[in-house]
């Protein structure tokens, strides 16, 4: 009973801390994107949201991501 304690223990703080960083990572790419879609949506020009279709922000990500860091 004993070795099982010494075992589970540091396996069970492992998987408690990649659950964490798990839901870290989740939140704050979940935060990142929202604030894209919000700064996108200002852009427009009436002041409104603009409906961008999944094809042109997949190509604003990729276009992003292409351009050389200043």
Known sequence: ?????QLG?????????AAVTF???????IREKS???YEDGE?????GFKYVSSSER????KADKQKPKS
């Open 35 to 37: 604030l894209r879609d």
């Open 9 to 17: 223990l540091p396996i069970l703080g492992i998987i408690a801390a």
């Open 1 to 5: 009973m004993d070795g099982i304690q």
């Open 23 to 29: 839901y870290a990572v989740s939140f704050s790419e």
């Open 58 to 61: 997949r190509a604003r990500r």
């Open 43 to 47: 852009e427009s020009e009436s002041g």
